[in-house]
């Protein structure tokens, strides 16, 4: 069985940053896939790569810990959203997954 937890998420004022991390623990081989998502109340949940621009979100992974984090400055409120890690790969037993966490909630409010 595969885990996966979310994790660093909060309230911040506009400006300010977050670092938000998802480790995926459990039965795991390999995985081929750790991407973050975020989905604003009543709008479609986006990958978070298509969106960061300028630079104000940078995406990394520790692999000797099946940990990926989402460093996140300069943030604003359109950046409020639950936060959600995906992550895809095969188990010990040779069968795939494909896990998401429960989300993490960031509100970026003054």
């Known amino acids: 069985q595969v885990q996966v937890v979310e994790s660093g998420g909060g309230l911040v004022q506009p400006g300010g940053a977050l670092r938000l991390s998802c480790a995926a623990s459990?039965?795991?081989?390999?995985?081929?896939?750790m991407n973050w998502y975020r989905q604003a109340p009543g709008k479609q949940r986006d990958m978070v790569a298509d969106?960061?621009?300028?630079?104000r979100f940078t995406i990394s992974r520790d692999n000797s810990k099946n940990t990926m984090y989402l460093q996140m400055n300069s943030l604003q409120p359109d950046d409020t959203a639950v936060y959600y890690c995906?992550?895809?790969?095969?188990?010990?037993?040779?069968?795939?997954?494909?896990?998401w966490g429960q989300g993490t909630q960031v509100t970026v409010s003054s």
């Open positions: 995906n992550v895809k790969g095969i188990t010990r037993w040779g069968g795939r997954f494909d896990y």
């Open positions: 459990g039965t795991i081989a390999s995985i081929n896939a």
């Open positions: 969106i960061s621009r300028g630079g």
